[in-house]
């Protein structure tokens, strides 16, 4: 079936450090590609999100491109700040019955980011 | 409305005890998912409903859980016989029910069987 795979964590950035999370991913068809970010004691938040190939999602900063030759959707930021400490989820969507988004997530990643 | 809320956000029970989760989606959502996530995973698909209509069942839902979500609005999701297994966040999401129209989830209920 469709799966996930990203880099284990934890990674420990400086702050203006650049950061890159990595993420590949197994499906049989063509899925939407997303990066979920889940703060401290909040809940899971969309960051941004691809939905073809060679599509770039950016928000906050933060950049993924979806590369259907590698099967890649690497999350990257140039310059990270102490507020982007948090755990990230890569995430695909394997259209259900009705044509919903089932999310299928990646195990996370947790990025500390210090002063 | 503020967002996907769940009630309670955190249970602890006893082996063999029964419990009920609740969550109320963004108002105008009528799509509704549960999912569960364990300790140092990824969410993991549960169910989904449009409306009041449960469509997909993961067979991560065993016999012991139901979910229903009576007139389209709020949703329950219910563990019978809980098992030290179950232990767990329990996440809700919602979103719109157009085409793959982003999913918000709530805070989860993280539940502890001991």
């Known amino acids: 079936g469709d799966s996930v795979t990203q880099m284990e964590g934890p990674v420990t950035l400086s702050e203006e450090a650049f950061l890159t999370i990595n993420c590949t991913y197994t499906?049989?068809?063509?899925?939407?590609l997303f990066w979920y970010v889940q703060y401290p004691g909040e809940g899971l938040q969309l960051l941004l999100k691809?939905?073809?190939?060679?599509d770039k999602g950016s928000n906050k900063g933060f950049e993924a491109t979806y590369r259907k030759e590698t099967t890649s959707f690497h999350l990257e930021k140039g310059s990270v700040q102490v507020s982007d400490s948090a755990v990230y989820f890569c995430?695909?969507?394997?259209?259900?019955?009705?044509?919903?988004?089932?999310?299928?997530f990646g195990a996370g990643t947790r990025l500390a980011v210090h002063p | 409305d503020t967002g996907v809320s769940q009630d309670p956000r955190h249970k602890i029970t006893k082996r063999g005890q029964n419990v009920t989760f609740r969550c109320d989606p963004i108002?105008?959502?009528?799509?509704l998912y549960w999912y569960r996530q364990t300790l140092g995973q990824g969410p993991e698909f549960l169910t989904y409903?449009?409306?009041?209509?449960?469509?997909?069942k993961s067979r991560l839902l065993s016999d012991r859980f139901s979910a229903e979500r009576p007139k389209g609005s709020f949703s329950t999701l219910e563990i019978q016989r809980t098992e030290q297994g179950d232990s767990a966040m329990y996440l809700c999401?919602?979103?719109?029910?157009?085409?793959?129209?982003?999913?918000?989830f709530g805070q989860g209920t993280r539940l502890t069987v001991v």
């Open positions: 999401a919602s979103s719109l029910g157009v085409g793959d129209a982003e999913a918000f």
């Open positions: 499906a049989t068809g063509y899925p939407s």
């Open positions: 691809a939905t073809k190939a060679d």
């Open positions: 995430a695909l969507s394997d259209l259900g019955s009705g044509g919903y988004n089932k999310l299928i």
């Open positions: 108002s105008e959502h009528n799509r």
């Open positions: 409903f449009q409306n009041e209509a449960q469509l997909e």
